[in-house]
Every structure is written in structure tokens, then in C-alpha cells.
């Protein structure tokens, strides 16, 4: 029995490799995080690509990881979460993982203010024709309630279909903008449903709600027949794609995206 609590307070409290792996150096590149992540279970990625994204900090498409290089010096627990994020198999165990990612302190540079975007002459037209049907869905939808907002046609727009942005002063009227390119990859028609997505937005801004895709945006959606969602299937001249509509303040200052 003595030899027995001998060889019990002899073993050591750490496997000898666990310990190895938190005392070793921390990983100096892309090739060499994605080893760390490898170890820690990391599966169905081929590569691992470094980013300096302000927001993003972790994300995939295909079967290329994307880490934001500060994770680079992150503790052994913050990398399995990323691992758990990237490959959990149920939704609570990814979301554990998301807030244990978010919660990781990094220097993020000072935002670069872009030059605010002017309407293109060109677009005049594109404009004048989505005022016309703003008033005809605000009389058909809203009882012609809703108040009269600035439309504007965006040519920088890529990533979002559109979006509206409340009033931020009182000499100031809240603007709804549409993407140019959506128009044109997508037509007239999807456009228009954009156009009424985002009057639900001022309706639910114009009553006092919150701006979100929440329960009250989706009962208004179903009320004047489009999609109650933020995203929606798009059909294009390549097929269908999935987009985001995401209005202004739907937008976190640090998030952790998932493509794909």
C-alpha cells in the first residue's frame, strides 16, 4: 500500500506531451497556426490564412480557415475554441466557442473614415423610380403612415443588398439605400423586395421598435409578403446565391463570421 501512494504522488499532474505543447513557443505563421489547430483537432481544412480584418476575426469558406493574426500569441484554450467554432458538431458548444473568441482582448488600428458616397447622375433615373414605388408600397402596405425618406442608389454597396439608416439629427431625413449591383445581377423585381425590406426597417423605426430581424420585423415581413429573414435566396444568371440584407444598425462592432 505505501509503494502504492508513493507512485501515486510521484506521477506527474500533466501528461508529459500536454505540457510540451503549452510551454512551446507560439506560432509565428500561418503554416504554423494552422499545425497548433491541427493538434488540437482542427478538421476538414486544407489551409489557414492570417487576416487584419477589424471585425472578423474568424472565419471560413471552403476548406480555407481565416484566423485574424492576433490570435497568433492566443493561450492554448482561446485556439481550441476556434477549433470548437470552426468544427463543433452542436450549435451550444460553437456558441460557447464564440463567446470565448470574442472575449480574447486585441489592438485593433483606428477605423479609416471612408469619404462619404455621393448619388451618381446616372443613377437619377434608378432613384426616381424607386421613390415612386417607396409611395406605392407606403399607400398598399402601411396605409400611407410611413414618412418620406431620402433613397439613394449605391455604386460602393458589394457585399449587402441594401440598408436604412435612421435620421441622426433633426434637420436630417433617414435614408434607404439600394445596391446598384444588385439591381443589375439580380433585376427589378428583387430589387423591389429589398426596397420593401427596408421599409419595414422604418416602419419598425418610424413606431418606436428596434431595428432588427427579430420577431416584430418578421410578423411586419409576413404582413406585406416578402422574406422575414436577413438573408434570402437570390437568383442569378450562375444559378441561386445567398445573400445578406443587414440594415445599419444590425452591424456588431466585433463579430465572428461563418461563410459558406
Request: glycine letters at 6%; one cysteine or more.
Amino acid at each position: 500500500m505505501l509503494r502504492a501512494l508513493s507512485d501515486l504522488f510521484r506521477r506527474p499532474r500533466h501528461d508529459p506531451a500536454q505540457l510540451v505543447f503549452e510551454l512551446a513557443p507560439p506560432p509565428r505563421s500561418a503554416t504554423e497556426l494552422f499545425g497548433r489547430l491541427r493538434a488540437l483537432g482542427l478538421k476538414g481544412f486544407d489551409s489557414c490564412r492570417l487576416t487584419r480584418n477589424r471585425t472578423v476575426m474568424v472565419s471560413f469558406s471552403g476548406r480555407e480557415l481565416r484566423v485574424h493574426e492576433a490570435f497568433l500569441s492566443a493561450p492554448p484554450e482561446v485556439l481550441g475554441s476556434i477549433v470548437t467554432f470552426a468544427c463543433g458538431r452542436t450549435r451550444a458548444h460553437r456558441a460557447a466557442a464564440r463567446r470565448v473568441i470574442l472575449a480574447y482582448p486585441i489592438e485593433r488600428p483606428p477605423p479609416t473614415r471612408r469619404a462619404k458616397e455621393h448619388a451618381h447622375p446616372n443613377d437619377a433615373g434608378l432613384v426616381r423610380e424607386l421613390e415612386r414605388w417607396h409611395a406605392e408600397y407606403n399607400r398598399q402596405h402601411f396605409g400611407s403612415q410611413l414618412g418620406t425618406v431620402s433613397i439613394r442608389v449605391s455604386r460602393r454597396m458589394k457585399s449587402r443588398l441594401g440598408h436604412y439608416s435612421v435620421a441622426r439629427a433633426a434637420d436630417e431625413r433617414a435614408e434607404i439605400v439600394i445596391s446598384r449591383r444588385h439591381i443589375r445581377r439580380h433585376g427589378w423585381t428583387e430589387a423591389l423586395h429589398t426596397l420593401l425590406h427596408e421599409m419595414v426597417h422604418q416602419w419598425q423605426d418610424e413606431h418606436g421598435h428596434v431595428i432588427d430581424h427579430g420577431p416584430v420585423f418578421r410578423a411586419q415581413a409576413r404582413a406585406v409578403g416578402i422574406t422575414p429573414s436577413a438573408r434570402r435566396l437570390l437568383a442569378t444568371g450562375k444559378g441561386a446565391c445567398e445573400a445578406d440584407m443587414v440594415s445599419t444598425d444590425d452591424t456588431l462592432q466585433l463579430r465572428v463570421a461563418r461563410d459558406g
